[in-house]
């Protein structure tokens, strides 16, 4: 009877051991992580947000489309699909070359094709006053604030740190020829006080040179140039 006790003993112990055993590996394994298969899965099943989009060609034809992105000033081409892209299989997406394309309205914005002299310049700018006479385009460039040398072997190279918006302009004065925006003072003021003519009084203060009329505050006077003509005046 003491021999059976004592393997009985034993036995309860090993299976306490055990059981400890497995709880601790329980314990001890790690939350799950997402794998790749996850990823490729979640990438599957996320919506698709697109935007439909109207051109008119050069030719005169217009084409109806579907961009997933878009910029308010395009080089080059522009990559669009002819069906709605949320579908499966998904539809082949096309690329369209901006010297065949004269308009392209998306999501109210309008982006005119900029020529000169009857020349395309080879890029898409959004029209911001196309109630107006005159037409202004307006696009940015983000440009680097700083470089930081990192060391070669030969040489080094310059990594860039931080960056900011550059903002360039065009202005297309009614009846005129289209023209890069000058930043010089002088060269601004004649330009743009021809460029609001049909607007006498913002044109007066740029030619004036008015502190708050020049290159830097061009958004705000485009701003005052569409809110003239919206009202009616």
Sequence with gaps: MKEFLQKTSRLLAAGLLTAGSVTAVHAQRPA???TRVDSLRAARNAPITYSPVVFTMVSGKQVRGYVTSYDLFMHDKVECYELPPNQLPPPPMKEMAVERIKTM?????????????????????ENMT?????KIYGYSITKA????????????????????????????????????VPRSDKAFATLMATAFADYPELAARVRQQ???????????????YNAHFAGGK
Excluded: C
């Design 145 to 180: 604030n700083m470089y930081i040398p990192i060391p070669l072997l030969v040489g080094a190279a310059f990594i860039p740190v931080g960056s900011h918006d550059k903002y360039f302009w065009y202005v297309q004065p009614a009846g005129g020829i289209i023209q890069e």
């Design 130 to 134: 196309p109630a107006a006479g005159a």
């Design 32 to 34: 799950r992580v997402a």
């Design 210 to 224: 008015d502190p708050n009329a020049g290159y830097k505050n061009m958004p705000q006077l485009v701003r005052d």
């Design 105 to 125: 309205v998306v999501e109210g914005h309008t982006l005119d094709a900029l020529t000169k002299n009857g020349k395309p310049l080879g890029m898409l700018a």
